[in-house]
């Protein structure tokens, strides 16, 4: 008797193929059925791969879903993950990342403690050049997750400080417009897209 997989793990499958075709132009016929690295598949018994479906029949797939609403658990604040930006050896996280994609840049510091006071930067999202600019009059640094979304998707379950490393986790900060950042707000995708930088975004 052949096994299946789980229908929930084939459906995923769909969305995610259906989503990137749509979002790339990729072919989804011709992209699945591309022979699978030799490396990767001496433990795979091709008994096991599902029948490749067509494009229509994802479409259609798709149609039949039921999407559920997200649900707040409520109770979202943002000293939920810590009061403000971490620090260490003098500069916090909002000068590491304005260091980190900034040109140029001035520090200044007062004691133990450094802020930087101008340097250039551009806006991945909206491609706004800022040239030799106060960085905090100009920039902000977001959160590429919002906390709230965050907060909803699973954080409000995390202990304290695991919140408190992932608001001031620098791989999903990044340096943008004051206005667009504000534009922004707490939307995920798809509620929010920037007009350049988008298949970075996405990921």
Known sequence: MTKHPPQDSVMTNIIFATFFAFLFGANIEASLQTPLDSQHTSNIDVKEIPNIISKNTALQLLQTLQIQPKRDPGGYDRDEFGSGWATGAGLNTRELVLIR?????????LGARGRVLRGVWICPYTHALFNNVDPETYIDIDHVVPLKEAWITGAAAWPYVYRVAFANDESHLISVSGPENRRKGDLAPPYYLPQYWTCEYVR
């Open 101 to 109: 994609d900034g040109t140029n840049t001035q520090l200044e510091w």
